[in-house]
C-alpha cells in the first residue's frame, strides 16, 4: 500500500441558510473550491484522475460530476458522489485516500457540500388511489420507527439523560464564538472568496444574556436545547487535494506543507444515540494507529450539538487535549454534507502552524448511528 497526503485545503465561508449563498446551487458553491485548490497547488486540472464528494439534500444528480465540468477539469475525469448524511464530506477524503493509497489514482479532488437554501422539497408518492403525495422533511435512517429518533430529539434525551445542563451547553457554544472570533483571521487562509463572502456568516459575540433569553427547541426545562447550543443550517463547501507519495515532491512547496492521511475509519453505532458514534470511530483509529488520545496534538470534533461535542470528547479521551481552535460548528453552522470536510480543512490548516511530527484527529456523527474519524500526520 502506498501513502496519501493532502497538499492543498479550501473551503468558502458557511453562510446560514437563506443568507448570502441562498441563490447558489451546490455546485456552484464547489467549482469554485475546486479551481482554488488546483491553484495552489499550481497542478493543471488535466492531473485530477477523479472526483469524489459528500453530499446529503441535493436530490441526487451527482453534484460532484456537475462542479468537476464546471470547473473545467477534463470531461474523461470519474466524479461520485456519497451520502452518508452528516459523515459524507469526511467520508469522501477517505475513501479518496483508500483509493489513492491503493494505487488506482494519484490525485484525487475530495470533500462535500450543501445548500440548505437550494434545497429540493421532498415529495413521496401516494401508495393508492385514495391517498395523496405527501411531503416530508427526511428520509428513514432506520428499518424501525421507534428507532429512528429525530437528532434534534436524541441530542436533546442525551443532555437529560447525563444531566448536562443548558447552561453548560451555552458555556461551550459561546467558548466556540469566541475561538472563531479570536482565530477569524487565521481561519481566512482557508476561505475561498465568494459573493464577497470570507468570513462565516454565523460567528458572532454570543453572550450569557442572549444565550438565557433564547427558547429552547427541544429537551426539558434546564437541559434544552437552543438555537446557540444548536449548529444552524447552512450552505458550504469545502475540498482537498488527496494525492500520492510519487505526486507530492512535484507539487509541494507551493502554499502549504503537505499532510499524510495517516488513518480513516467509519464504524455504526447504536441508532436510538446517533451522537455518540463518533466514540466509537475515535477509539478504533486509535487503537489502529497505535497512538493514545494524549499523544494527539489537535482535535477538530464536529459540534452539531454543544452537548454531543462535549460527551465525544470526554469519552474517547480527548476532551484534554486543543480541540477546535477556530471554533467549531455551532459558531459556523451545519453545512450537512460539507461538515465533515470542513473539518478536515480546518484540520489541514491548524497543522500548518505544528512542528514536523505532529498530529491531529477529526470525528463527526451522522443519523443512524454513523460515525467518522481521521488522522492527520505532518512528515
Not at 3 to 10: N, Q
Request: hydrophobic share 45%; net charge negative.
Amino acid at each position: 500500500m502506498s501513502e496519501a497526503f493532502i497538499i492543498a485545503a479550501r473551503r468558502t465561508a458557511v453562510m446560514p441558510i437563506n443568507g448570502a449563498f441562498s441563490e447558489l446551487e451546490a455546485f456552484e458553491l464547489l467549482s469554485p473550491v475546486i479551481t482554488a485548490l488546483l491553484q495552489d497547488a499550481d497542478m493543471d486540472a488535466s492531473r485530477v484522475d477523479r472526483v469524489i464528494m459528500g453530499n446529503a439534500l441535493s436530490g441526487g444528480g451527482n453534484v460532484a460530476r456537475v462542479a468537476a465540468l464546471d470547473a473545467r477539469l477534463k470531461e474523461s475525469v470519474s466524479a461520485l458522489t456519497v451520502d452518508t448524511q452528516c459523515c459524507a464530506g469526511l467520508d469522501a477524503v477517505g475513501l479518496a485516500s483508500e483509493i489513492v493509497k491503493s494505487g488506482a489514482a494519484d490525485v484525487i479532488v475530495a470533500g462535500g457540500v450543501e445548500s440548505y437554501s437550494r434545497a429540493p422539497r421532498r415529495i413521496r408518492r401516494a401508495k393508492t388511489a385514495n391517498e395523496q403525495d405527501a411531503e416530508y422533511e427526511r428520509p428513514a435512517f432506520t428499518p424501525w420507527a421507534d428507532r429512528d429518533p429525530d437528532m434534534l430529539e436524541a441530542a436533546a434525551r442525551l443532555a437529560k439523560d447525563l444531566q448536562i445542563s443548558r447552561s453548560l451547553q451555552d458555556d461551550f457554544a459561546m467558548e466556540s464564538h469566541q475561538k472563531a472570533l479570536k482565530f477569524r483571521e487565521q481561519v481566512g487562509a482557508e476561505i475561498v472568496p465568494l459573493l464577497g463572502q470570507v468570513n462565516d456568516g454565523a460567528t458572532r459575540a454570543l453572550g450569557k444574556g442572549l444565550c438565557d433569553r433564547l427558547p429552547g427547541i427541544a429537551g426539558e426545562a434546564g437541559y434544552e436545547l437552543t438555537s446557540a447550543n444548536t449548529a444552524l443550517k447552512a450552505d458550504a463547501a469545502a475540498a482537498v487535494l488527496v494525492v500520492s507519495e510519487n505526486v507530492v515532491s512535484e507539487y509541494t512547496g507551493h502554499l502549504n506543507n503537505p499532510c499524510e492521511i495517516a488513518g480513516y475509519t467509519t464504524c455504526g453505532a447504536d441508532p436510538e444515540n446517533p451522537a455518540l458514534a463518533p466514540i466509537s470511530a475515535l477509539k478504533a483509529l486509535l487503537d489502529q494507529s497505535e497512538l493514545s488520545a494524549g499523544q494527539i496534538d489537535v482535535v477538530e470534533m464536529m459540534e452539531a450539538f454543544a452537548v454531543q461535542a462535549m460527551v465525544c470528547l470526554h469519552r474517547s479521551g480527548l476532551a484534554g487535549q486543543p480541540f477546535n481552535l477556530g471554533g467549531g460548528a455551532l459558531a459556523r453552522g451545519h453545512p450537512i454534507g460539507a461538515s465533515g470536510a470542513i473539518n478536515v480543512v480546518r484540520l489541514y490548516h491548524q497543522l500548518q502552524a505544528f512542528p514536523a511530527g505532529s498530529n491531529g484527529i477529526s470525528a463527526i456523527a451522522a443519523a443512524g448511528g454513523l460515525g467518522s474519524a481521521m488522522l492527520l500526520r505532518q512528515p
